[in-house]
């Protein structure tokens, strides 16, 4: 490893100020709060109402809200990162835009689609500009407008997922804190369990795929729970094994915010205390690309100079994995 390591240095996050409750729900489709509690643990997730905002609304809130908090020139960032599974348009870039409304006018940009695992593989990306020695700030984001492709009219993705950004700023680290080590997987066999379809270059939106509302997602979630649960326990354990890190050594719990129980079942497996790991999953639901930087938001307070951080997340495509991170600050 170069003896630079990237550090995360600063964060920030946003949510739109609708709450889409259970009992709201329950209004909507044939369900209520019992069912989706004790299935997902989800009781309320925020939805971004404005007409004519999208994604790129979402993460410009959150970059904000880190570049106020650390006091960072806009100009100073070089890189901007956008991970997201709904970008505002096709061909135009959601970070592009992103980055010049925040003021980053000397950063180039770019876009990473990974499902819910875009924010994951984005972190291994941001660290290999900075190990690189070129670039001293990279800024991260994951932002989606899961209301954008979810049909309120189908109990079984409806009730998952909500609207939300993250971000993280990654910078140069000389003390061996930060991003540690990475194990990231995909396996393309599994896209049809998790897609929505029409919309792409394979299958463009038709009037009839529009009338049957085949352009908003589908889930298969027998088939997604059991294989976000056996893989994400098991890169998570992987990657303990393979840095010889033990139960006691490890401070945080960093899990995708899919389901309450897939979190339960991938610190059970490494036989984490419940305090260690972290969880809103019941504030924001599943908002794809943007779970993992809001928990980080969330819970910056607590989290002390040192730390270890085990980062996991798992999505459609199927992506998964799992990394090591030392914090780099107290907040």
Known sequence: MSEITAAITAVGGYVPEYVLTNQILETMVDTNDEWITTRTGIKERRILKDVGKGSSYLAIQAANDLIAKKGVDPKEIELVIVATATPDMKAASTSAYTATEIGATNAFSFDVEAACSSFLYGMSVAARYIESGRYKKVLLIGADKNSSMINY????????????????????????????????????????????????????????????????????????????????????????????????DVDWLVAHQANKRIIDATAGRIELEEDKVMMNIHKYGNTTSATIPLLLNDYETQLKKGDKLIFAAFGGGFTWGSIYLKWAYNA
């Open 153 to 248: 009219e189908d109990r079984a993705t409806c009730i998952i997922f909500g609207d939300g950004a993250g971000a993280v700023l990654f910078e140069p680290n000389d003390e061996n804190l930060g991003l540690q080590d990475e194990y990231l997987r995909s396996d393309g066999s599994g896209r049809e369990f998790l897609r929505a379809t029409y919309g792409g270059s394979s299958y463009p939106i038709t009037a009839e795929a529009l009338e049957n509302k085949e352009h908003f997602v589908f889930q298969d979630g027998r088939t997604v729970f059991k294989n976000a649960v056996f893989n994400m326990a098991d890169v998570t354990q992987k990657i303990l094994d393979r840095n010889k890190l033990s139960k006691e």
